[in-house]
């Protein structure tokens, strides 16, 4: 997401720190071509054009233009109305008793994942969630909810088959509600392809009854200008308290984002990154921003690796490590852990210039089956060659091929930068220059890509080593 809006940034802000002397001109110049790419990223045209005159008043400011590095002072001015254009800081759930969560929104737009997502991220908070399943129109509505609820061990409410009276099964609701020691309770409603009369109606009357501390409107990321037009009506009649974009993990251009808050007047609060139930995050403002603008988003990045890291797992690792006995049995763990991070791409994108870093990749760099192949390759091998990589030699790798599905040059590569793995781990001076080279990723330059691409060293190329993390 964001990616063709980042190159057109990066490319003028390029220009920018390349002119030795910044000029009402070059600002100007520059100001349209990023009006433009706005424009083209799906932003409502009014809202890119009084965020572009904000940047420009501050922009031709004197100080800015007589500064020995205006180019960078400008980056900074586009970062910060950036973040006041996305809600300036992170708006979090009024949770206050009854703490009722009303959701809606289109069909599509991924109400009812959202609502097991919100209901297992309030259960890791210490919370205890209800679900309750008021979409009475969408086959298999209910019965997703359920089976959604079963997985995260949830309490969920569903209505008797056929029943179609929504201000019936919400009554019923919170009568069983009363009975489950809930915290909050989270109700999921019906949508319709568009907006009609029929919803509107039905919408008033439950959120009428209900009174929700929060009414959240589940939009699709991808759905652009018609999200922003979806948010305003659904705003009109109920009130939103705020919003939930979903499938910002996919190729959206990233309008809906920037409008939405600008047009409703309502804060993003949360934001779906993958399918799985895990992936609902927080929305920082300032966080978003630095990615639309490359500057990577380094704490979300950790606070999701925290999440999933099974520290004891880590810290066996670590320690096996140093005394060079790691084998594929820890390899298998470290694959396992990676996929519950969900897609590489998704993980390595909130690094600082990883757009720049992605395009000098080899094609598959960051292929998830890659993963999922390599897994296989080690699932095939006994527990005798998982303890001791060294004795597989060709007749063991035929059989190891032949069993992963996988061919014989995949299976000779994977052993073979293993091998260089388990070497490389052993020398502390090599670990030191590989953790250097991370550590050197925030700075942007030249070296900084050269040292990236080495790390990650034709990955899924022809020719070139192929690390196996």
Known sequence: MFSSLSDTLDKTFRNLRGVGRISEKNISDAL???RLALLEADVEYKVAQT?????KKKAVGEDVLKSIKPGEQIIKIFHDELTTLLGGDQSPLNLN???????CGLNGAGKTTTAGKLALRLKKEGRRPLLVACDLYRPAAIDQLATIAEQIEVPCYTPESG???????AKAALKWAEKQSGSCIIFDTAGR???????????????????PGETLLVADAATGQQAVKVAQTFDETVGLSGIVLTKLDGDARGGAALSMRAITGRPIKYVGEGEKLE????????????????MGDTITMVEQVAEHLDEEKAAKAARRLEKGRFDFNDFLEQMKMLQNLGPLEGIMGMLPGFNKIKKQLPSGALDPSRIKHMEAIVLSMTPRERSRPEIIKGTRRKRIAGGSGRSLLEVNQLLKQFGMMRKMMKSKGKMKNMMKQLGALGGGGPGDLD???????GMG???GPKLPF
């Open 51 to 55: 965020f572009i005159e904000g940047v």
């Open 451 to 457: 040292s990236m691409k080495d790390l990650m060293g």
């Open 97 to 103: 008793p009854p703490a009722r969560i009303l959701l």
């Open 279 to 294: 992936q609902l995050n927080e929305f920082h403002p300032e966080r978003m921003a630095g990615r639309v603008l490359d």
């Open 193 to 211: 392809q568009e907006v009609d009369d029929n919803l509107v109606k039905e919408l008033k009357k439950l959120h009428s009854l209900l009174k």
């Open 461 to 463: 190329g022809k020719g």
């Open 163 to 169: 029943e179609k009276d929504v201000i019936k099964v």
């Open 32 to 34: 349209r071509e990023i």
